[in-house]
């Protein structure tokens, strides 16, 4: 009895590392810089300046910067006559954003001529080209998607050609923490200007003395000599003096 214990504490041990390992080989454990330079990706990287993607489309014109530091352009070789067609055989639209004048989100859109159209077919494609090891899983209604170290991919159907999204998520988490930065900077704005708002000076017709939110007169004046000022200079303005009791 003791024996079959024992053997079966060795058996669970065993399924828990092999499931460990399983576990382990179905992630994506590689990071964007050590993705190949594949004739999928265009000639762009992730990380590349606006130099460098000026270097491979001397047309491309971004636009402005926002507050965030995220400029974004897109390149229609498809469209665009000045652009060399033959750099972008089978691409119809190509998107790209940039965080600090750094690419960060690269979006390839094929047409319906691309070598590959089935969703499937083009998983297998992006995965030898790029050498992707790890499980693939559903993203929205008919893409697909694999989250690695420090990048995302995205494979979907657009316009009935295939598309393909390489997505820096540690650029993704930096844009998120400055747009959480800004609105709690303007919440706290927002607070303050509120208060302001209810801070009220007051003034006494009859003495022709003016409170401020920090002092009391003696004994409370009347509504019928109460005045309100929205600052201190429109009391003075007024002919109104400040009261001894806010000196």
Known sequence: MPHSAQLH?????????????????SQCTQKFSELPAAPVLLGFHL???????????????FGQTDAFGVSKTTINPSFDPKIDQTKFEGVRSISLDM??????SLWIGFDETYRVQAIDDF???????????????SWKSRGQQIKCTD??????????????RVLDTKAEEVV?????????????????MAQDSRAEIFGDKQAKVYYLTNC???????EVNKIVFKSSEDAEKAGYKLAKSCH
Do not use: C, N, Y
Not at 9 to 25: D, G, P
Not at 99 to 104: A, G, K, P, Q, R
Not at 151 to 164: E, K
Not at 176 to 192: I, L, N, W, Y
């Open 9 to 25: 504490r060795l058996l669970l041990l065993a399924l828990i590392v092999f499931s460990s390992a399983a576990s382990a080989q």
């Open 47 to 61: 990380g590349m300046t606006k130099d460098e993607v000026k270097a491979r489309v001397p047309q491309t014109v």
């Open 99 to 104: 965080l600090d004048d750094h690419l960060t």
């Open 123 to 137: 998983v297998k494609l992006i995965s030898q080209a790029l050498k992707i090891r790890g499980d693939w899983s």
């Open 151 to 164: 990048f995302q991919l995205i494979v979907s159907t657009i316009a009935r050609g295939p598309s393909l």
């Open 176 to 192: 998120a923490a400055r747009r959480q930065a800004k609105e709690e900077q303007d919440s706290a704005a927002a607070s303050a």
């Open 216 to 222: 009391a007169p003696p004994k409370e004046v009347s």
